[in-house]
């Protein structure tokens, strides 16, 4: 997602990791990440996110890496008379699941902010859920544009997110495809928020850049067969597919393609961007979008995955770990403001939000700061290529 690697300058000190654990959830590493320390006063930030189903690996990546920045604040005593937690609700990446997900968390007068969710369908949920509470959330993975921005109006003022929108990826895509002398390309989205986005985005600037759609199909995330969709785009004689969705229907589907005669590249965004696309079935080639440069090019993305190693999570931190630890040490700098004069924890809600707005600092994945809808001001992305088995950074550039 962009060719100009960010020079990431202050690195997060490793801290002493081995902490108490009180959380509801395990998965390697302290489960809460609260260390106690004596303190009489309890915040929590809440984690949600798929722990569980297809995409749980991603999930369980991004709740580690909250666990990991709350472990940190707790070693260093960033807010002087609190004691943070990290509390984790599966949301199965379901929506309904999603909303009772944040009504349980919304329910517990510690909570102060969330990190979540993955999926912009879910988010769309939980987000009147969190308003209604007066509780931030930040997501490290939501690219659905309408999240922060219907007809120029910003729906949720509780609202941010640590990741660039689909408004952005889809057409990085685009020019990624045209610059290659890519011309003529089939679409094929899941019909979720995220997928079909994503595609409407990436179509409007391919044709814009005087690419041609030769087929836009739809799929179900409950499919497995894709030889009919497959029949459709063929005769338009596509040079690639593009496809919105995420990885455990575009892995058979890549195989799929060619083994139905049509051995051209796949393309998606940052959903297929997992080592599960390649076992699934994804190919020599096929490409996927994904935000930020790679974790382990800059000098902070390496000293994050160390910490993240050193804490013993059984999880990777995934292609969302270090925008899920940016989003919690987001919440964390404006807890700094909010907790300071705050008698509990629920009473810092409101302030909490406000604060937010104004949040800078120099995080993992670069600067992390907002704009007045919410939106990360880091438009840095990355196109990666399936090579030797793997993903590996072809281009990463500043859209």
């Known amino acids: 997602m962009r060719s100009t690697l960010i020079k990431v300058g202050v690195p997060v000190v490793v801290g002493a990791l081995a902490l108490s654990a009180c959380g509801s959830r395990s998965g390697g590493g302290s489960s809460s990440g609260s260390s106690g320390g004596g303190s009489s006063k309890v915040a929590t930030i809440g984690v949600t996110a798929p722990f569980s189903g297809d995409l749980s690996a991603v999930g369980l990546g991004i709740e580690n890496s909250v666990k990991l920045a709350v472990q940190q604040a707790n070693a260093k005593k960033t807010i002087p008379g609190w004691t943070l937690k990290a509390e984790a609700v599966d949301d199965q990446g379901k929506p309904e699941v999603g909303t009772n997900a944040a009504t349980k968390l919304a329910g517990d007068s510690t909570v102060v902010g969330v ?98 759609i030769t087929a836009s199909q739809t799929i179900t995330d409950a499919q497995t067969n894709y030889s009919s969709v497959i029949s459709q785009i063929k005769p338009g004689a596509p040079q690639a597919l593009y496809y919105g969705g995420e990885y455990p229907q575009a892995g058979p589907l890549s195989k799929q393609l060619a083994q139905g005669g049509l051995s051209i590249p796949v393309m998606g965004g940052d959903g297929i961007y997992d080592p599960k696309y390649i076992a699934l079935g994804g190919r020599a080639n096929d490409l996927a979008t994904s935000v930020g440069a ?90 990666y290529k399936v090579t030797g088995g793997a993903w590996v950074a072809a281009k990463t550039d500043t859209f």
């Open 115 to 212: 990190v979540g969710n993955l999926n912009s369908s879910v988010s769309t949920s939980t987000q009147p859920v969190f308003a209604k509470a007066n509780i931030v959330q930040v997501s490290p993975a939501n690219t659905g544009v309408a999240l922060t921005n219907v007809n120029g109006k910003r729906p949720y003022d509780t609202y941010f997110r640590t990741c660039t929108t689909d408004a952005i990826q889809g057409p990085f895509a685009a020019k990624y495809l045209i610059s290659q002398g890519i011309r003529k390309v089939a679409t094929i989205n899941d019909q979720k928020t995220y997928g079909a986005g994503l595609t409407k985005a990436f179509e409007t600037e391919f044709k814009k850049e005087g690419g041609t």
């Open 294 to 383: 790679p974790t382990d090019s800059t000098a902070a993305g390496k000293s994050f995955l160390a910490q993240y190693k050193a804490a013993g999570f059984s999880n990777e931190a995934g292609g969302y770990g270090a925008y899920a630890f940016d989003a919690a040490n987001a919440i964390i700098e404006a807890l700094k403001t909010s907790l300071k004069d705050a008698k509990t924890a629920q009473d810092a809600r409101a302030a909490t939000v406000k604060a937010m707005a104004n949040v800078s600092f120099t995080g993992v994945t670069g600067k992390v700061a907002f704009d007045s809808f919410g939106d990360t001001t880091n438009k840095v992305l990355t196109v």
